[in-house]
Each structure stands twice: as structure tokens, then as C-alpha cells.
């Protein structure tokens, strides 16, 4: 069986990367470590690291992305939890098998980690990102 290692991070899409920017690092006091911006996801990211975890703020450079609906759906706010996993596919392949409806049936690979959402509908309203580091 799969294992749970650790949350890598909890996304939370904002409208204004700059001004939430200011809220998380100037306010709130978390440390920033930096911005990225993430083509392949149409988005860019900010990265604020805690403890093991990361806190990250989503802004969409696109209208035609899930961050972007979401916004004008709820406004700014948490978007989705990351949990990191030892064996992706063994995961898919498990939660599957309990009918737990998946967005991304086989995992996306990117640099360094393979990952795929479980749609909220069947996970209790949260929409969960899992990781699987591979570097
Ligand atoms: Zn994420």
C-alpha cells in the first residue's frame, strides 16, 4: 500500500500575486522564498515555506484554467491540499478501486514529481493533489 509522507503543500488562488504577496510575507511574517512562473500550469506561484510544507498562492495567467474558474466561481481562497505519496500509481490504482473519482486517471509528469488531483465531489468537498517526488 501506498503512504502519505508529509502535506507539500497547500494552494490558495489569489487574484493579485502581489498584493497577497505583501498579506503572506509583510503581514502574516511567513518567509518567501520566491516566484515562478509555471507555463505549464498557466500560473504563476509564489512559494512560502513552513516547517516541511510550503504554503503557495495561485495566480492563473490564463482565463481557460481551473484556478481561473474557481476565481471567478469564489473569489480568492483555498484551493486544494497536496499530500505526498510514496507510490502514485499505487495510489490511483487503490483509490480507484474504491470509486474515488479521479481527474487525472494516470499521473502528470513533470520535473522531479508525477502528479494527479481527486475530484472534490468524491473527497468531501477538497480538492486533493497528489505527489509523487521522483528526483
Ligand atoms: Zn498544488
Known amino acids: 500500500m501506498a503512504e502519505f509522507k ?6 490558495i488562488a489569489v487574484n493579485n500575486i502581489d498584493e497577497a504577496i505583501t498579506f503572506w510575507r509583510d503581514t502574516l511574517g511567513l518567509s518567501f522564498s520566491h516566484i515562478e512562473d509555471v507555463p505549464s500550469q498557466k500560473s504563476k506561484v509564489a512559494f512560502f515555506p513552513v516547517g516541511e510544507s510550503e504554503v503557495e498562492l495561485v495566480m492563473p495567467t490564463s482565463d481557460d484554467t481551473g484556478t481561473a ?3 471567478a466561481k469564489n473569489g480568492p481562497g483555498m484551493h486544494h491540499l497536496c499530500l505526498e505519496v510514496d507510490n502514485i ?6 483509490l480507484k478501486q474504491k470509486n474515488v473519482q479521479l481527474i487525472n ?3 502528470l509528469v513533470l ?3 508525477k502528479m494527479a488531483f481527486l475530484h472534490p465531489k468524491s473527497t468531501q468537498g477538497v480538492l486533493i493533489e497528489l505527489y509523487e517526488i521522483t528526483k
Do not use: M, Q, S, W
Open 6 to 11: 508529509k502535506i507539500n503543500h497547500v494552494a
Open 69 to 71: 474558474r474557481f476565481l
Open 89 to 94: 500509481d499505487e495510489k490511483l490504482a487503490e
Open 105 to 107: 486517471e494516470t499521473p
Open 111 to 113: 520535473e522531479g514529481r
